[in-house]
């Protein structure tokens, strides 16, 4: 926090800033320069930009005991001005989430034999779980095939909106490029 406020605060056009007097978020703005003496006061600027993740399983278990391998794609957003109230109420559970792309987004690290250093961001955890959800859910035959890998996707897309929004966060152009 600054101890004086903050003089000519750039946001940019692609970002949202979040207001904040004595360590607590209470207003979010739009792109402008920001001005604010007193006491305690200070803004962050986040990024509203989509980011591009991609998450892949191995192994994925169909309901009659087949392994396959999944792969999803997409964009997953912040909230933005619309959704300032949402961004206000999750700010603090969910801010690392806001601020830190590497923790929204990052691929899990594995060792060198084969076993997870590091998890990854937010967004393959949930996307994780939506494919399990739903590949569970189906046949081998039925969620490599034909029109059933479109059922596949349209799946996985309300499962990773209902995880995500339970964030704050939006998933946008899902796409599974590859079972």
């Known amino acids: ?64 005991k087949q392994r396959i391998g999944v792969e999803v794609a ?27 792309d590497h923790a929204l987004i990052d691929p899990p690290v594995y060792d060198k034999d084969g076993k997870i250093i590091s998890p990854g961001g937010l967004m393959n955890s949930l996307g994780q779980q939506a494919m399990k959800v739903c590949v569970g859910d189906s046949t081998f035959d039925k969620a490599i095939i034909g029109t059933a890998r479109d059922e596949l996707r349209g799946c996985i897309d309300t499962e990773l909106d209902k995880l995500a929004k339970g964030y704050g966060l939006e998933v946008r152009n899902l796409v599974v490029p590859n079972v």
């Open 74 to 100: 997409g964009t997953v957003h912040r909230p933005g001005l619309e959704n300032a109230k949402t961004l206000l109420e999750y700010w603090g559970s969910y801010s690392k989430f806001y601020t830190n």
């Open 1 to 64: 926090d600054s101890m004086f406020g903050y003089v000519l605060y750039p946001i940019k056009a692609s970002e949202i800033g979040v207001k904040f007097y004595q360590g607590h978020p209470y207003d979010v703005v739009g792109s402008g320069m920001y001005t604010e003496l007193g006491f305690f006061q200070d803004i962050k600027a986040i990024s509203i930009e989509g980011l591009a993740f991609r998450i892949s399983d191995p192994e994925v278990l169909t309901s009659d």
